[in-house]
DNA sequence: CGATTGCTTGACCCCCATCAATCCTCGTGG
DNA sequence: CCACGAGGATTGATGGGGGTCAAGCAATCG
């Protein structure tokens, strides 16, 4: 089994504030996941009992609306910690996560996070820094829904997946959201997501060659998305 | 100067979790506020440098949306705290807080907070899960602006009001919004809202006398706010 | 190579944003 | 005490955004 000492992808996120000592203790508690896409990390109502640390790939997370449709709420990739949030208030997710593509990730028990938390003042502040940044990004997001049309929410969403994803060789975006993921996550029926997209394309702002997305001009985009 | 720790509103907040001696250093290095209906806080962009105990009264907390309408994310009353995330990421505030009625409230520095944070584990862990617990509510706020209609936001809203506050003798509920606010929690035109506030009083699930609104059908409200 | 799933486009219509006009309410000054 | 002005509340009219249903097309998979 890897150590998490020697694990680089605990520099991205909160791990890195733990001791050497406290490294070698989850490395005996961890366990290592392989998920494929389309499967389900964990799910609404479910008691994760943990964390995860994703060493590899990239999911959805999302909450089931009253209407029964998936509003995807986060994308969460290589780097990221995910449950942290029900470990922390002893609760079951109010969410869901699913594999976008093929995952790696290390499931780190409650006990010992629980255990770090309470003894490691520099990780529980790292995390309170986390949190009240994602709270800050939550701010945003509710202004965006609230206010925002559907062509603005759009054009947010493909400089947003812009700025987080890398390129592919060719340019296009590294990953591979469905238009109905794409339309989950702005919050629209999929088939006005599928318009828009034809839309941008036409005026050149971006590409499609299948599932593939290319970004031509950010500029527009942005001052599409800010509603000009 | 009123004593910390004496004070009846601190049980109701992380503040709580502090010892007897934290306190009266608290008591030493904070100061008190009387701030006026209509009054601004804090603003966006300002920097806070410590949290606001709120003794009374309520206030709004907003954000601009690039479209330059207001969007109240947060209704703060007495018993809670704010401030508390600018503090911990070391940034300006991202939201406006103004007063909806006359408050009262007491003003912490921040390396008073900054040091409890670092030396007391419980009080840190108090404030960890009221995060996780805000974090919660914003991804249900999220779905909801994504994915509900206006109607059922002006129903779901109405409902959160009525168990957030307390009643006036008369059953009418004891905080005075404007047509307009009610408008900018919802995330829609003043018209709009208006004219379903209309609607739900002529279809008797709430009064409305001037300002002042009574919740009639709250269970008629709750089917409406989930789309049947 | 069917068959299932996802993508795309068209048609229709309702919700809601916007503009405008009026009414109401309340605080201020004459 | 009243007049008046200003801001909030209300109602009407109108047009466009976007949700929904339906049908055709492409692609992926057993």
Redesign the interface.
Known sequence: MSKCEQCIVREFNSLKALTKEELIRVTGCKTSKIVKKGEVLFDEGEYINGIFCVKDGVCKVS?M???G?D?I?HLIKKGDIIG???L??N?AS??KAIAVNDMEVCFIPKEEILRD???N?SF??D???K??????E???????????TVK?RLAATLLLLDAKFDKNENGSMNISLSREDIANI??TATESAIRLLSEFKKKKLIDLKGKEIFINDIKALREL???F
Chains 1, 2 share one sequence.
């Not at 949190?131 to 800050?136: H, I, P, W």
């Not at 939550?138 to 925002?148: E, G, L, N, T």
């Open positions: 909450k609306s009253d209407n449709r509003q709420i942290e949030r029900s922390i208030n609760e109010n969410l938390l309470e003894n003042a529980s502040m995390i309170l820094k949190m009240a940044n994602s709270l800050k939550a701010d945003d997001v509710i202004v965006d829904m609230a206010q925002k603005q702005i919050g998305s800010e509603g």
